[in-house]
């Protein structure tokens, strides 16, 4: 059994093997993982918003029947919305959402607004990547260019990009 890297809910990451619910993806498949995050309106900045409309309409409509009521209301009003504006601006909910892409074009995404637990999958899944087991280490070709190669006149061989050419003189035409 390998090492669990990550696991919460119906999330699995190992070193060979990332499982989300039903569905496994090989790490050797995975093309790139990432997170983005996207700016959502905060229910209490939108409540806020909402009360200070509330209050312009009742300062509006009961000014003859609630005066002084009114008056309250119409200061209320631009306080509301500015405490709304505010609570948007510097307390705003965030939404993270987590992309995994294979090599097959398939898309994995999760979507939350826990930011640790996020990148916590996300780094699980690059710690997979650099643990790979040997064997598919081993799989790994290494070319080399033929300027580099060690390549000797005497050995009637010339490779070239598509042929070997067993007499050399042919090899330059």
Not at 6 to 35: K, W
Not at 44 to 67: D, K, M, N, S
Not at 98 to 109: C, L, N, P, Q, Y
Not at 145 to 150: E, F, G, K
Request: net charge negative.
């Amino acid at each position: 059994m390998d090492d669990v890297l990550f696991r919460a809910d119906n999330i699995l990451v190992t070193p060979t093997v990332v499982r989300f619910g039903p569905v496994s993806y090989q790490v050797a498949t995975i093309t790139s993982v990432a997170v983005y995050h996207r700016q959502r309106l905060s229910p209490i900045a939108v409540t806020l918003v909402l009360a200070a409309v509330g209050f312009a309409a009742f300062a509006y409509l009961g000014r003859e029947q609630y005066p002084d009521y009114s008056l309250w209301s119409a200061i209320a009003s631009p306080v509301a919305l500015i405490l709304g504006v505010a609570w948007q601006r510097f307390r705003p909910v965030l939404e993270y959402s987590f992309v995994m892409k294979t090599a097959g074009g398939e898309t994995e995404t999760i979507t939350t607004r826990d930011r640790a637990q996020v990148f916590e999958l996300r780094d699980a899944i690059e710690n997979a990547f650099v643990r790979r087991t040997p064997a598919e280490q081993a799989g790994n070709v290494r070319v080399e260019s033929p300027a580099t190669a060690d390549v000797q006149p005497d050995d009637g061989l010339l490779i070239t990009r598509d042929w070997v050419v067993a007499n050399t003189d042919s090899a330059a035409r």
